[in-house]
């Protein structure tokens, strides 16, 4: 059990205390409650951490979009998790995530034209393949743990996309989810959180140095290949700028894809709206868009003001961080009618899952292909989709996800 940070703020709900730093708070509290209040009360706001640190926090949908697009004003390259809140990012201006344009821009080209909509859909019968494989134990008829199967579906994807071994994506998903959630007790070394992450990190990057240094000998035209490509200031990167985007990569995609479907039977198991999605095909679209805004699987990004600036009247010194609430950006009721409804046929949809400006997620045409495979195939193969025990949510501040879903369901006659 680790010892939880020190609660300086005040919740505008009832005067109470809160830490949102914590990732209890995410897992097993009600954060949505907490962003629900200072949205009405104090949509921007001050959250100490301790006495001599801490950082803002947005809540608005709109404050939070305007964070994430104004780089100018609002830098990632010195960090973009509070994990790092005080320290600056050693990443900054080499890796895609923690830098600014227009560096951005020149690095994250080549990865984008790889990734577009025709490329994906190029590739969607490889997708599908891996879609069909892990929803086949579900077949069966016994109790499957549809989250984790779900933490193995962007692996499947990027794995091929990026040419790495079958036999070594267990693993990865793995690492990946141990760099998001250090604090799980089902990820977190006996020795403790800082262990935890640094020998994830440690084997992460061990294993891209050597695969990178296999893939220079031989090139194909997978993401790897791509960034061994792709040039800026006049010169190629190197092993050590490839190794750590070929983290961040795998890193994004392995967090983001993968708890949407699971938050989306959580709500929707043993209900009618579940029944209706499943008989409507054509709704697989704003579906999987209102699966994304209902999980909201990122809950934040961080950012560092470059200058004194204000949000909503409220002044931010240059140096300051900002923390952008994207889980509370996508529950904003001036944004979104009825927002704590889920509902399939929600349009527009205006969410913000996949980040805003520069950094929108660059593999958001994979996920939003992957889960339209997965919720087809789902539909059109099961029926009688059933709890079959207690969910079990995963504990981290930065990711809003699922490790346990116990269900069951049965196979439609063809």
């Known amino acids: 059990m680790t010892t939880p940070l020190p ?12 830490d949102l730093v914590d990732p209890q708070v995410h897992s097993n ?5 907490i962003w629900r209040a200072m949205r009405a009360m104090r949509p921007v706001s001050w959250h100490p951490v301790s006495p001599d640190l801490g950082f803002w926090q947005v809540t608005k949908h709109d404050d939070v979009a305007l964070v994430l697009r104004d780089y100018a004003t609002f830098t990632s390259e010195r960090g973009t998790m509070i994990d790092l809140l005080g320290t600056d990012d050693p990443a900054g201006g080499s890796q895609l995530a923690v830098t600014d344009p227009p560096r951005h821009g020149v690095m994250r080209a080549p990865l984008q034209q790889a990734l577009t909509l025709k490329a994906v859909e190029h590739r969607q019968h490889v997708i599908q393949e891996q879609v069909e494989s892990l929803l086949r134990p579900l077949q069966d008829g016994g109790v499957f743990d549809f989250a984790d199967a779900m933490l193995g579906l962007p692996m499947a994807v990027t794995g091929v996309l990026m040419g790495l071994p079958t036999a070594d994506w267990k693993r990865l998903t793995r690492l990946t989810t141990v760099c998001i959630a250090p604090d799980d007790p089902e990820y977190r070394h006996p020795r403790g959180r800082e262990h935890t992450l640094k020998a994830a990190h440690r084997e992460l ?18 993401l790897i290949s791509v960034l061994l490509r792709t040039e800026f200031d006049g010169r190629r990167m190197s092993t050590g700028e490839i190794v750590s985007n070929c983290y961040s990569m795998l890193l994004g995609a392995n967090v983001t894809t993968p708890h949407a479907p699971s938050f989306a039977l959580v709500e929707l198991l043993g209900t009618e709206r579940l029944d209706d999605w499943a008989a409507h095909p054509e709704l697989v679209k704003s579906g999987v868009e209102e699966a994304l805004r209902w999980a909201s699987p990122i809950t934040y990004f961080m950012r560092y003001a470059t200058k004194d600036t204000e949000i909503r009247g409220v002044p931010i010194a240059s140096g300051d961080a900002v923390v952008a609430w994207i889980a509370s950006a996508n529950r904003d009721e001036e944004a979104f009618d009825n927002p704590f409804v889920f509902d399939i046929r929600r349009k527009p949809n205006r969410h913000i899952a996949f980040g805003a400006g520069p950094h929108h997620c660059v593999g958001h045409m994979v996920a939003r292909v992957t889960l339209r495979l997965l919720f087809t195939e789902l539909f059109s193969r099961f029926r009688d989709l059933a709890p079959a025990g207690r969910a079990e949510r995963l504990q981290s501040n ?12 049965r196979l439609k006659e063809r």
């Open 29 to 33: 509290g009600r954060p949505h409650e």
């Open 7 to 18: 609660v300086f703020g005040r919740c505008p709900v009832q005067g109470g205390a809160y």
């Open 398 to 409: 930065f990711v809003s996800g699922y490790k346990h879903l116990p269900i069951t369901a």
């Open 205 to 222: 990057f061990a294993y891209f140095q050597d695969i990178v240094k296999e893939r220079e000998r031989n090139l194909g035209d997978d």
